[in-house]
């Protein structure tokens, strides 16, 4: 099985922040990576598919990026209705994986 | 839009079985692959099953294989998960999930709001 290795697991910065989160898969996944956001008691909300399409309606200031084994989140500006937990999700396999969650909090 | 709605949880006691339904709306739910996640209490998100549009195949994450089963009915736009011998490792927040797909290659791109499996004697 496909393992996904997220970091960091918190993060603490401020609004007007640029805020960068990684994944790492333990073998290669092409572009095959999504990135949700989750809000306590919540369901998780698409932001990027195959690494780095912008799901529709996601702000531009989210971005992702990588292929193979390595992977980014960025939030160029952080904004007050983005702190949440971030999880990067592999879907390259049948088996699918999710890293193990970043929460974002105000610093 | 699309709109899923879970139903079907509850609490059950340790070696029981549930079954939950995903009601679909919005989509050409035949047309779509399927997944369900769960997330334990605190913790992150776990994927469990995924059935193609004609139900023709299924996956399975390897801690529910033998014990879970995904299905669907497509003339009543509802997906399902029967769950067996449930233990407290299965207590979570059930998610149902439309797919979003590139070819064979799917994620989960809508959500439902989810519904609560709690084992306990």
């Known amino acids: 099985d496909i393992q996904m290795t997220q970091s960091p697991s918190t993060l603490s910065a401020s609004v007007g922040d640029r805020v960068t989160i990684t994944c790492r898969a333990s073998q290669s996944i092409s572009s095959w990576l999504a990135w949700y956001q989750q809000k306590p008691g919540k369901a998780p909300k698409l932001l990027i598919y195959e690494a780095s399409s912008l799901e529709s309606g996601v702000p531009s200031r989210f971005s992702g990026s990588g292929s193979g084994t390595e992977f980014t989140l960025t939030i160029s500006s952080l904004q007050p209705d983005d702190f949440a937990t971030y999880y990067c999700?592999?879907?390259?396999?049948?088996?699918?994986?999710f890293g193990q969650g970043t929460k974002v909090e105000i610093k | 839009e699309v709109q899923l709605l879970e139903s079907g949880g509850g609490l059950v006691q340790p070696g029981g079985s549930l079954r939950l339904s995903c009601a679909a709306s919005g989509f050409t739910f035949s047309n779509s692959a399927m997944n369900w996640v769960r997330q334990a209490p605190g913790k992150g998100l776990e994927w469990v099953s995924a059935?193609?549009?004609?139900?023709?195949?299924?996956y399975y994450a390897d801690s529910v294989k033998g014990r879970f089963t995904i299905s669907r009915d497509n003339s009543k736009n509802t997906l399902f998960l029967q769950i067996d011998s449930l233990g407290a490792e299965d207590t979570a927040v059930y998610y149902c999930?439309?797919?979003?797909?590139?070819?064979?290659?799917?994620?989960?791109?809508?959500w439902g709001q989810g519904t609560l499996v709690t084992v306990s004697s």
């Open positions: 059935i193609s549009g004609d139900g023709d195949s299924t």
């Open positions: 999700l592999q879907y390259n396999s049948y088996s699918e994986t």
């Open positions: 999930a439309k797919s979003g797909c590139s070819g064979d290659t799917c994620y989960s791109r809508f």
